[in-house]
């Protein structure tokens, strides 16, 4: 008695094979956090450094800002500023994780800050505030 295989069988597995190969491993796949920054009242982001970086409210004070950031030069001409960094292999997504931006001079003095809430997949709008001493 001879068992053939029937062609759909033939055609899922090879099918099956061909997705596995193509498509990376999930666990390989990197997140990455991007946006943009804006001036309040659609204005010009002021001549300074922009630091971006995660931030979980919900820790203690100290703790707080996640290691992992990046900094974008702001030359005072551009009302939008793109980013991009790295998701840290060691943070899982939480719903209290804030994307922080601060504005500052080169002599450390803050201009502005902002924030908005993290969410996995989409990109984070922040609008910078001036910050009133």
């Given at each position: 008695?001879?068992?053939?295989?029937?062609?759909?069988?033939?055609?899922?597995?090879?099918?099956?094979?061909?997705?596995?190969?193509?498509?990376?491993?999930?666990?390989?796949?990197?997140?990455d956090?991007?946006?943009?920054?804006?001036?309040?009242?659609?204005?010009?982001?002021?001549?300074?450094?922009?630091?971006?970086?995660?931030?979980?409210?919900?820790?203690?004070?100290?703790?707080?800002?996640?290691?992992?950031?990046?900094?974008?030069n702001?030359?005072?001409?551009?009302?939008?500023?793109?980013?991009?960094?790295?998701?840290?292999?060691?943070?899982?997504?939480?719903?209290?994780?804030?994307?922080?931006?601060?504005?500052?001079?080169?002599?450390?003095?803050?201009?502005?800050?902002?924030?908005?809430?993290?969410?996995?997949?989409?990109?984070?709008?922040?609008?910078?505030?001036?910050?009133?001493?």
């Amino acid at each position: 008695m001879s068992c053939t295989p029937d062609r759909r069988i033939i055609w899922i597995a090879a099918s099956a094979l061909a997705v596995s190969v193509i498509a990376p491993p999930v666990g390989a796949q990197t997140k990455d956090i991007r946006g943009s920054i804006l001036y309040e009242d659609n204005g010009k982001i002021p001549e300074g450094r922009v630091f971006i970086y995660l931030e979980n409210p919900a820790v203690q004070y100290k703790t707080r800002a996640i290691v992992p950031k990046t900094s974008v030069n702001s030359d005072g001409k551009s009302r939008v500023i793109e980013y991009s960094f790295s998701w840290p292999a060691r943070l899982k997504a939480s719903p209290e994780l804030r994307v922080v931006a601060r504005l500052e001079r080169d002599d450390g003095w803050l201009i502005a800050r902002g924030s908005a809430p993290f969410k996995t997949g989409a990109p984070a709008k922040i609008t910078l505030n001036q910050a009133l001493y």
